[in-house]
């Protein structure tokens, strides 16, 4: 096998950090290592791929209707897509409820497409038709790309829903006794080497919530923000949380009016 | 004429401001209701992960309420001696086991998740190293706890079987067996009082910070 | 038929810079599934790249490189306008030719 020339790059890097003996200095390089790495990664996301798909899957008429998602309205209208992300979740009044994008993608699928939104729901990730989700947050994503978060908080759904969102987020649980704010809640910490975002404020340009839906190079694997909610909570040692359910949309509202004003990179690239 | 209007006009719009401002207070919303209806309804059993875990005991409940502070100083003290009611000394009197065995429990990060086959103590790891640094060597280390490198050392323990020492001993077992003992809402989980770890194990981890023969203290 | 690759190619001086995302599983050949099977080797193989229809780049790859490859290299003597190539064929005699102009 020859490799390619970044990966030998990579290699080269990842071994020269390695070499060096331990002491605070190879703390810092470490980490500034698996900076470089990124930072040589960033360019050929393969969330790409799968912006490519979701594109797609978004023209296409498929399901029982035979209708495209094209008039799928995300909250600046039907087939409004570029700005839509950074807006979301907030209220609907066709559904009466505050969602998140999945959960209007669902919705659009169900309505507009014929298909089952609990069968979707029930479908394991990186299955059926949560391959098409994972396309179409990372393609809906890709649209707002660089836009500011701005997420609305007029109605009263909205705000009732970001103070549920905040106590969901402080609720400790489970054996560990863990709460999202166990490892989310203070600046300036690190489980292992790996850097934790303080949700409880913005946390910057391409942070936290700004940063999903990702491609997981670890797994190859494209990650939308469900899907990271639910890993979140099994480390968490918590129970199951339904795809889309309402402590996922609520701690969405939470994190993302936090991050009002941030950029979104999404969908971006994980380690 | 028009004195008179903006007089009528003025009383209007703040009538209007009135009644808007009403209409916008309503009835508060019962949050601890929806918060109990919210996490009852989105959670499923799923493995070893059932949803009784979010039933919360008073620590957990009062320091969820706390977000991110402290509780009321008389539930945090009502809270901490609970705690220390609760822990359980070692059957023999034995306090420090394995330092070895302590650094690969130390190390393993695995443990009562849905996707772990088994919720008993041989299953799971210290999960340590994720929010703490211990010996020197390892450089992937968490900092959600503080550095528990030379942890022995610093504390003058020098030989952990001796009468000067056991006060540190004790106090240590403490903080590992329930560390709400000392902190209502400590970030660590209770790995003695939650069952997460047996005595065995929980030696293992003493004589990785304890042992003045661990890499810990040298 | 697999999915179309990413290809982007920029004139800069004498030379282009391409990129191209493919998209393929490439499975070692050593992982198991949940039940213990050996999941099959499943990974390209040769990689070509063309300029205007003459071959540029030869590569054989294995096992080892990553699933969704990303692969970089300049073509000297490109330019806008030109036609880049990239096609590649895996283990299981599967291939995928998609092109771009270079900008």
Known sequence: MRSTPTAQAVLTLLAACMAAAPTVAQQKSAADGIAEYRAMLADGNPAELFEAKGEDLWKKKRGPKNASLEQCDLGKGPGVVKGAFVELPRYFADTSRVQDLESRLLTCMERLQGFDPVAISKTAFGQGEQLTMEGLTAWISAESRGLKFNLPQAHADERKTFELGKRAFFYRGGPYDFSCASCHGQPDKRIRLQDLPDLTKNPGNGIGFAAWPAYRVSSGEMWSMQRRLNDCFRQQRFPYPGYASDVTIALGVYMGVNAKGAESIAPALKR | ?218 | MADPMRIRAQAAGDKATVRVLMAHEMETGQRKDAAGKSIPAWYIQEVTAQLNGKTVLTAQWGPSVAKNPFLQFNVKGAKAGDKIGVAWVDNKGDKRTDETTVS
């Open chain 2, 1 to 218: 004429m028009t004195h008179k209007k903006t007089l009528f006009l003025a009383a209007a719009a703040a009538a209007t401001v009135l009644i808007a401002g009403c209409a916008a207070m309503g009835p508060k919303p019962d949050y601890d209701t929806l918060v109990a209806q919210m996490m009852t309804g989105s959670f499923r059993d799923e493995g070893i992960a059932k949803v009784d875990r979010l039933q919360q005991d008073a620590s957990n409940a009062a320091c969820s309420q706390a977000q991110g502070g402290s509780p009321p100083e008389a539930v945090a003290n009502a809270i901490q001696q609970a705690a220390l009611k609760s822990v359980r000394m070692p059957a023999d009197g034995k306090f420090i086991g394995d330092w070895r065995e302590g650094e690969k429990l130390a190390q393993n990060g695995r443990g009562m998740t849905w996707t772990d086959k088994s919720a008993a103590p041989a299953a799971n790891g210290g999960n340590c190293y994720n929010c703490h640094q211990i010996t020197k060597a390892e450089i992937s280390y968490g900092t959600i706890g503080p550095s528990l490198y030379q942890y022995g050392k610093n504390r003058g323990v020098t030989d952990a079987d001796s009468p000067t020492a056991k006060p540190i001993i004790e106090y240590t077992w403490t903080k590992l067996w329930n560390a709400k003992a000392y902190n209502a809402c400590s970030g660590m989980p209770r790995f003695g009082h939650a069952g997460l770890l047996d005595e065995k194990q929980l030696k293992d981890l003493m004589a990785l910070i304890l042992d003045p023969k661990s890499p810990v203290n040298q």
